[in-house]
């Protein structure tokens, strides 16, 4: 009797368990999936551009930067926010182009900052893989 007990409580597993993932899958497949085509990361942090990366538009280069940065502090532990100047120095754009764009992604709540360092927060994940889709 103990045993049909079991079975049947096994078979009646709540529909929304469904719904529920490990922590880090989601944001971890995501950025996979933003990053590969257009950087690779080194392990003393360095961001190197694929060829793919320089027909991104200043404002996806902007994101890559950035998500890669959230990448380097996932897996290594590096500060993830990432100052105006260093945007500047990894993808080529000039500080007229940067900033700018900076201040309207954050407009736009993809990016954050504070003391002048930038970030895209966690909740803006789905943000922005909705604008690399289009």
């Known amino acids: 009797m103990i045993v049909r007990e079991v079975i049947i409580m096994e078979e009646a597993k709540d529909p929304l368990d469904a719904l529920f ?11 996979r999936d933003l990053l590969v085509g257009f950087v690779q990361l ?6 190197i551009a694929k060829p793919e990366f320089t027909s991104l538009s200043n404002r996806k280069k902007i994101l890559v930067i950035l998500l890669a940065k959230k990448v380097l ?3 290594m532990e590096f500060d993830e926010a990432t100052a105006g100047t260093e945007i500047i120095k990894v993808t080529g754009l000039t500080r007229g182009s940067v900033y700018p764009m900076l201040r309207q992604l954050e407009g736009e709540r993809l990016v954050a900052s504070k003391d002048g360092k930038y970030w895209v927060p966690n909740f803006a994940l789905g943000s922005v893989k909705e604008l690399f889709s289009r």
Request: hydrophobic share 35%; no cysteine; aromatic share 0%.
């Open 21 to 31: 993932v490990e922590k880090d899958q989601v944001s971890n497949e995501l950025l």
């Open 42 to 47: 080194t392990n003393d942090g360095l961001i």
């Open 73 to 75: 502090k996932l897996k």
